[in-house]
């Protein structure tokens, strides 16, 4: 009998290279998507265009338990990985309220649900580095205290609490994965990375003439999500649930992205990139850089891909999107 595996938040980056990765392994492929997203698959279900006939979508809404309950009861998952999020941090702080109130309900009632429903079943949380924000210490680890500068990041430190509360109140295998910045080149355009690769692609490709950006000085861990998805799988595959930092443990600022992505395409970022203040943030986490030395012991995970090969394929990518033909 296949294991049956839950994954909310399946049509996002992490969501899509997760599904890959635990169809490869023998997977029972489950996702949570909204309705509309049902509606709209050559929009909204881009990601999972290659393996949409080998998965099973169910449609359900983080904001309300009842359509989560359903889905658990009717899939009565093993293992469950609640990606799904309002993951823009620019964006908590133009709506804070649905940010917060999403994130939140929506990991508790997942978490409750499995309670109910199916008590035996792993819990992954997608918590994240934002929640260490005006940093304590660097490098980051497990045991550094939180000091989240977004409501983005205060819906990650509930969201982290509560999986914590249901693992040592209800039993329930559940595991905080507290991942740095990972990027690919299915990530979604309004993240920094993915903007500048884009954004560099276009100009070489002669149909963009400047990219806008906010602030370049901030310092960012950044990895691949592909290596990310495989340890939130082997924290699951562990004796006993436990917390654990995600991370490269080396940091770079936006500057030097920008090197990278626009010297590999022969180009000077300099002459292209404007200083835009409406995408300053109004408080901005300054530096984040992860110590996943505890992963390594205890997962035997460690990042493949390194900063400079993951602004290449990057570019790359998006240099093939955006000149199909050349
Ligand atoms: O790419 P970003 O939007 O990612 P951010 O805010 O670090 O959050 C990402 O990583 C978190 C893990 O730490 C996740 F939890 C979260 O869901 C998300 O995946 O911004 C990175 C940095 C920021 O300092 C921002 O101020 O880039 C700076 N930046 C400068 N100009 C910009 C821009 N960010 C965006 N999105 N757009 C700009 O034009």
């Not at 994130?103 to 079943?121: D, E, F, M, V």
């Not at 408080?283 to 090969?309: H, M, Q, R, T």
Request: charged share 25%; aromatic share 12%; proline share 4%.
């Amino acid at each position: 009998m296949k294991k049956r595996v839950l994954i909310t938040g399946i049509t996002g980056q992490d969501g899509a290279y997760l599904s890959r990765l635990l169809l490869d392994k023998g997977y029972e492929v489950h996702g949570i998507v909204r309705r509309v997203a049902l509606e709209d698959p050559e929009h909204r279900l881009w990601r999972l265009r290659p393996i949409l006939k080998k998965i099973n979508l169910h449609s359900a809404s983080l904001e309300s338990y009842a359509s989560i309950f359903d889905v658990v009861e009717k899939v009565k998952p093993q293992e469950c990985y609640h990606l799904a999020a309002q993951s823009f941090v620019s964006y908590s702080f133009e709506d804070e309220f649905s940010t917060i109130n999403t994130n939140i309900n929506g990991t508790h009632y997942t978490l409750s649900a499995l309670k109910n429903k199916a008590p035996k079943c792993k819990f992954y949380f997608a918590a994240s580095s934002e929640m260490f924000g005006k940093v304590k210490k660097t490098p980051q680890t497990e045991d550094t205290s939180f000091y989240p500068r977004s409501p983005y990041g205060i819906s990650k430190v509930a969201g982290y609490e509560l999986t914590r509360n249901y693992r040592e109140a209800y039993n329930l295998f559940a595991c905080n994965g507290i991942l740095f910045n990972h990027e690919s080149p299915m990530r979604g355009y309004e993240f920094v990375t993915r903007k500048i690769t884009n954004g560099a692609a276009r100009i070489k490709a002669g149909l963009a003439k400047e990219l806008r950006l906010g602030n370049l000085h901030a310092k960012r861990d950044w990895g691949f999500s592909g290596d990310y998805v495989e340890a939130m799988f082997l924290m699951l595959q562990q004796d006993k649930p436990d917390d654990y930092v995600i991370a490269t443990g080396e940091t770079h600022t936006i500057k030097e992205f920008l090197d990278l992505a626009f010297d590999h395409l022969g180009l000077d970022w300099h002459k292209y990139v404007k200083s835009d203040k409406s995408l300053f943030r109004p408080a901005e986490v300054n530096i984040l850089c992860g110590d996943y030395s505890k992963a390594k012991k205890k997962l035997k995970w460690k990042p493949k891909v390194n900063f400079k090969n993951l602004v290449k394929m990057m570019v790359d990518e998006d240099l093939k999107l955006v000149s199909p033909h050349s």
